[in-house]
């Protein structure tokens, strides 16, 4: 399949990597640096990667991203023909998802939503989980193209419903996290071993593909980032917009959110939204510097 694979970050970069593993033919455009993937074509504008493309595949940091790769003057839309497919790998709002699959769908081409979990390690190793949204047919001709990227395709329902999914399934990795870093630092504090925690915890009904993920490196004290925090902090303020939007209270979450504005304070939004622990244990006196 011809693909246009627009937007080369942590995650977009493996992704499209493995698509040109898969043969498929690929052009590829991000906004500044790292432009170049081997084996595949350097478009120099969104709409000139997707000018002869059967599927445009976006992975951007956020709403106005995509709005920018596909609405712009260069972008997607000029290229649109009937019978194209736009699929979106970034996590961006599910109203917005709506308007932009509406304004496409004018155009004769389908929209899926397919956002993903899995993180760095997961697309870099082809085990992302796709969290789709989409009419049946458009989500079974994309089929090749998960397999080549993923292990899991969870059709969820319509086109929204994936990226409505997602946020409700980060919302519950950030308090999760949350809930264990708390956890850490009162134990640190307290003179637990922290490797017999982590192992207490994954041994019994607490344990979480969460901490199983980030144990690692907290124990290194590495916060590089996986998922960086500016973006599960831009995914907080989906789930508390989306939440507003449809009058719903997020008590817990609207807490987190505070962490996640001190730790921006503090410098850390492109380290890994683990470092969120390096304020708890700041606070408890617990010293050390993120890197
Ligand atoms: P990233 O490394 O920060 O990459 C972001 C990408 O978006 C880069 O290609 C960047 O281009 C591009 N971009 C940002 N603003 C743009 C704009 N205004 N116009 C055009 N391009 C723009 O992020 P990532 O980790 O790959 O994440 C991509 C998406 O996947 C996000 O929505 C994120 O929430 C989601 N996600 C991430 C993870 C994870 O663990 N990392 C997991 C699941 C989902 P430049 O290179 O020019 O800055």
Redesign the pocket.
Known sequence: MKIAF????????PMAANLVKAGHEVAVW?????QHLDGARTAVS?AEAAVDADVVWT????T???E??LF?EDGVERSLREGMLVVD????SPSATLRFAERVNARGVHWVDA??????I??ETAQ?IFIVGGAPEPVEYLQPLFKAMGKLVIHIGDVGKGQSA?LCM?LMIALIYEGFAEAFTLGQKLGVDAHKFIELVQASMVRSGVVEYKAPFVLRHDFS????L???H??IHLMLDTAKENRVKLPALETVDEIYELSTEEGWENLDFAATLALLQKWAGLGGQPK
């Open positions: 627009l937007g080369l970050g942590i995650m977009g970069r991000n906004r500044t640096a790292r969104p992975c951007v940091a956020d106005a991203a995509v920018r790769v712009s790998s970034s996590t961006i956002p993903v979990t899995g993180s760095k997961g697309a992302l997602k980060n980032p996986n998922f960086p500016r973006l599960m831009k995914d």
